[in-house]
């Protein structure tokens, strides 16, 4: 492999998942970039604030240690909690080289959709403390956003689920109503905010699985709002695209960063 370009890649996980979720796409960049994977839940979960200041943290705790503008790539909840942290003037466009999305949500459309949002965490809420941890999981996997997930390999399925089911109770309750979409900026101005982000000379990307069809929707808007992005599907793949394709994770990854590499980008990658 050629020699590669020392950027620092800081990996913000989705709800209920722990650093090994990374496991795959880690082992694949780590002869390319520094990979640091943010514990959210080092700290008990308590508002969209505290969030964007952890990823705040890591960010500046990466640039000293390598001397280079990370970049950051936050997966579903994670990207939702990094595009808040941007909104809000935490994370300054001036400190990363690149913003990614992975299956992330954009926010409320209006304050219909908020009421809605607010309704639907305190109903998860609710189902965790009233069915436990394991069976609130079980009804989980269930959701046809995870439809793609009962196709991967059964150790993988059972590794995802002990994850999930790892956690306490109270932990996730807390981040379903402290970083539930209800507390998130609108839409129109989070795709506002990744405008400016782009023009300020910041890589700005969006990554999808195309099996999973809500979210390449929300990957055409953020290419419609933001033109400069860089959007891509991956098909194949659902909504935990770095889970179910981690090479195409990094392939897309490696582009972005434009880290020189032998690999081509696989067939399945595709951009818009």
């Known amino acids: 492999m050629s020699e590669s370009v020392p950027t620092p890649l800081l990996l913000i996980p989705g709800f209920a998942q722990r650093a090994a979720t990374?496991?795959?796409?880690?082992?694949?960049?780590?002869?390319?970039?520094?990979v640091e994977v943010l514990d959210l839940y080092a700290e008990p979960p308590c508002s969209f604030d505290q969030a964007a200041g952890l990823i705040q943290e890591a960010?500046?705790?990466?640039?000293?240690?390598?001397?280079?503008?990370?970049?950051?790539?936050?997966?579903?909840?994670?990207?939702?909690?990094?595009?808040?942290?941007?909104?809000?003037?935490?994370?300054?466009?001036?400190?990363?080289?690149?913003?990614?999305?992975?299956?992330?949500g954009l926010g409320p459309q209006d304050e219909s959709e908020r009421d809605s949002f607010?309704?639907?965490?305190?109903?998860?809420?609710?189902?965790?403390?009233?069915?436990?941890?394991?069976?609130?999981m079980a009804w989980w996997?269930?959701?046809?956003?995870?439809?793609?997930?009962?196709?991967?390999?059964?150790e993988l399925q059972q590794r995802l689920m002990e994850e999930r089911?790892?956690?306490?109770?109270?932990?996730?309750?807390?981040?379903l109503e402290a970083w539930g979409q209800q507390h998130q900026a609108?839409?129109?101005?989070?795709?506002?905010?990744?405008?400016?982000?782009?023009?300020?000379?910041?890589?700005?990307?969006?990554?999808?699985?195309?099996?999973?069809t809500k979210y390449m929707a929300v990957a055409q808007r953020v290419k419609e709002a933001v033109p400069e992005s860089i959007v891509a599907a991956v098909e194949g793949a659902g909504h935990n695209v770095h889970l179910e394709a981690p090479s195409?994770?990094?392939?897309?990854?490696?582009?972005?960063?434009?880290?020189?590499?032998?690999?081509?980008?696989?067939?399945?990658?595709?951009?818009?």
Request: net charge neutral; with cysteine.
């Open 22 to 34: 990374y496991e795959a796409l880690c082992a694949l960049l780590k002869d390319t970039c520094t």
């Open 59 to 104: 960010l500046g705790r990466l640039q000293t240690q390598t001397g280079h503008k990370p970049a950051v790539l936050g997966y579903s909840q994670g990207g939702r909690l990094l595009s808040e942290a941007l909104v809000r003037g935490v994370v300054s466009p001036s400190i990363v080289s690149a913003v990614l999305f992975e299956s992330a």
């Open 118 to 136: 607010a309704l639907r965490s305190r109903d998860w809420q609710q189902r965790v403390a009233t069915e436990g941890v394991e069976a609130f």
């Open 141 to 154: 996997a269930t959701l046809p956003l995870f439809a793609s997930q009962r196709s991967l390999p059964r």
């Open 165 to 175: 089911t790892s956690w306490d109770e109270a932990v996730l309750s807390q981040s």
């Open 186 to 212: 609108f839409a129109s101005q989070t795709l506002d905010t990744l405008a400016q982000v782009a023009t300020s000379g910041v890589t700005v990307g969006y990554l999808a699985g195309v099996l999973d």
């Open 248 to 272: 195409a994770v990094a392939a897309y990854v490696e582009a972005l960063l434009k880290i020189p590499s032998e690999k081509a980008l696989p067939d399945c990658l595709k951009f818009f």
